[in-house]
């Protein structure tokens, strides 16, 4: 009987249950691949959103991209305008080829405006970019710069974008003021939590509203995105900042930062700033990138910039060997200085110097009240301590140098040549009693000598050789490169001084200082910045980590005046073990912590609060050789002329840097919470803090349009083969 | 010797082939199949608890009936609702057209905090909107705002006594 039920009945049977199988098996798959996980992901920082069921001009290659529509709450949300937000998920139902990446034609220019340019032979490709213009004006009194930013955003396509541009500025910036003007309206930013303020963006980006969003990628780098640009449509961001200036050698210092440099990132590392070129953005698998105009190309993006400087002294001398500039010197210690119109190109650092007048520079106070006390009693003070004259009498100890040379691939040309000239320089001025290593380091870290050795005839002369065969080229592990010049045994006789040249075109900047604290020991490292649009942040990090200074080496600067100058603050002491009294003033939080030495030529910033009136005398102890010594400096804390707007600002920035170079050697409880609550009081961008700014009077029509990441001009001096195409391997 | 006995099934070797895949298949499926709705159901819960938000704005007014206003200050709070400051924009007269200052201390204590001052010549009398607050709204409630005006001036310093503020709301939606 079951024999002949299954012979009647059994193979229809079977089919049945067959075909009921697959089709539940089928619709499994599929209801796996509808909860809102794509099946194949296209997506990142960088992609486009667009309207459902149209094609996209995908800005990641040019090829069009038929997009799906998204799912919300479960269901298709077909027709409406909800589109996905920036943390949203979008899937696509063609996955265009990796391989594919379209030469370079007259019509490659996103998204998908069809415009063609004609380009004469010889001449640079005009690439529409979404920024138009940046305009520079910044304010110095004393040493602290007061500096406004304003990027115009203009849109050059016909369909609409969200325009991200990723761009530097002073590491020691402290970024207090965010305003976004649309039309004729204008728009103060607020500072929220860094995930609070991308979800607001990213919601009123989904929801057609003109926003912009401002966030600290390191902290001398920014990503501005500004969303919901209608075609022809102009939004100015305004960014304001202050800094205090560094003073080297005679000089105050204003620094400016256009282009960040691209950067190297050991494998395994996906927390940097990548270097892809224009039109590939996401193809770093870094958290931030910078796309970089091919060297056949340029963008309409120019800048302006003018500098008024109060000096409350006669100003000697104005410099700046990076841009061409006009300059003039009104009365009574003032100079207004305006960069050219030719030279407009943000291609490299804009470095201006000044002298003031007066042989002995003093050290000096400058406050700022506490508004929130109305006693008038309290507030914030900065303190440039410049080291006694009396340094540079005495004679200096025998030295064992290290020489360290960047030789990596962003160092090609140009730069290698200026770290050859410096350290021949070097190399040919030290002393009987020195001795000296020289290390170079690219893919790897390479020694010269086995073990330092005598700074004599022969072995000058086989080093001169070695330097004049260096080449460049390959990556940039410069944490090997710290380990060769500092993990071999200390010579106690001497003082080792490492002379590290490089430009900090690298991704791992928090772990390089790490590796600086933790290997010093007794040395010191004075690092050398080489290029024209160097990492300031790390160098700077290295020198105050490496308890030495930095020193910048620009292409068109003098190799052998800088490394005179470097010699000449190398070969007397340094005024060490400084500790500050401040007496009665009553201050507190005073930064950075950890005072490094004070060096010729190169005096120290330190800021804090105060609680205190009147005239006080701050002193400070410290040695000189092996001699006590004292430097007493008298303060007014009543006086007008020394008080400053900003000082409250660059005592919190401060603040932060000095939480945040901690972290990179000690564990600090709740480091986040801190930085946090600090940012916030203070109104300061920082890693975990962020400025949003929504225009709600008005939607724009449409979904959020097209993502277009603004191109960068690789560096002065960089290049392009060497640096941006190789990070793609 | 004993010969093994073959046990003959009832539909056949090719049979039991094919029952074991269409087993193996309906597993496969109903796996697939109830994976897929928990998948569903943890998607839409979470979309469930993801707060909708929507944009717009209050315009702050001030009524300076007799002193023409130079300076104020007031607090602004929405006391019923969530609401995220977005934004702050200046008001119509020119005195007062930058977008005021905002109190950071008390943007992230729950109070928004906003002044703005003028030394120039043109400076408003009466009802006039000094301010416009971008908001963000999130949930369902719809928000109540209050305003209190802390400080009004006129060019003098003098304190503006019979000073009022008023709200009014709006979006573009």
Redesign the interface.
Known sequence: M??TF??RF?KAF?GM??A?????????????S????PVSRNWSDGDTATSPGSFSQAPSNGVPVPSKIP????RAMAGESALPSRDEELWVIEKPSSEAVPPLAGDDQQPGSGVLMATPPGEQTLTPVPLKHTDVKASVAGYIATVEVTQRFQNPYDGKIEAVYVFPLPHNAAVNEF??TVGQ????????QRQ?AER?YN??KS?G?V?SLLTQERPNIFTQSVANVEPGKAIDISIRYFHTLAYVDGWYEFVFPMVVGPRFHPSGSSQGVGAVPRGQPGTSHQAAEVQYLRPSERSGHDISLSLHIAAGVKIEEVQTRTHQVSIKNTPAGQAEIVLDDKDSIPNRDFVLRYKVAGQAIKSCVMVQRDPKRRDGKSGYFTLMLYPPQSLADLPRKPLEMVFTIDVSGSQTGAPLAQEKTAVRYALTHMGPQDTFQVIRFGNTAEKLFANPVPANEQYVAQALRYVDALEAGGGTMLVDGVHASLLFPHDPKRLRFVAFMTDGFIGNDEEALREVHNCLDQSRIFSFGVGSSTNRYLLEGMARMGNGAAAFLGLHDDANEVMGKFFERISHPAMTDISVDFGTIGATEVFPQRLGDLFVGRPVTITGRYSGDGRQTIRVHGNIGNEAAIIEIPVDLNDASATRDGIAAVWARTKLADLADRSSYEAVGDLAGQIRQVA????LISSFTAF????????TTGDHGTTVGVPAPVPEGVRYATTVIPNQQ | MIRPTKYRL??GRR?VV??L???S??S??????????D??R???ES??TAVA?????VDVYIDAPQQSLAAYQFEFAAEVGQV???????GDAAAF??????D??A??HNRVILAAFSTGADLPLGHVRVA?V???IRGDVKPQYVARLQASADAEGTTISKAAISLTE????
Not at chain 1, 71 to 74: A, E, L, R, S, V
Not at chain 2, 84 to 90: A, Q, R, T, Y
Not at chain 2, 97 to 102: E, F, M, Q, R, V
Not at chain 2, 170 to 173: K, N, T
Request: glycine letters at 12%; charged letters at 15%.
């Open positions: 079951f024999q299954f012979g059994g079977l249950l067959l009921i199988s697959v089709a539940a098996a089928i619709y499994g798959c599929v209801a796996q509808f909860d809102g996980r799912f919300k709450d479960g305003v976004m309206r204008t728009i103060r930013g607020i500072i929220r609070e607001i919601a009123a929801q509203y926003a916030l009081e203070y109104g949003v700014a929504v225009d709600a009077s008005a939607k | 009832p539909c049979s094919v029952v895949v269409f087993c298949l309906l496969l499926g109903i796996a697939a199949l109830v994976h897929g709705q998948s569903v943890g998607q839409t979309a469930a938000s929507r944009f717009g704005w995220n400051v977005v934004g702050i924009e200046g057209k930058a977008p005021p200052y905002y950071t201390h943007m992230h416009r971008n908001i963000e709006g979006s573009a939606q």
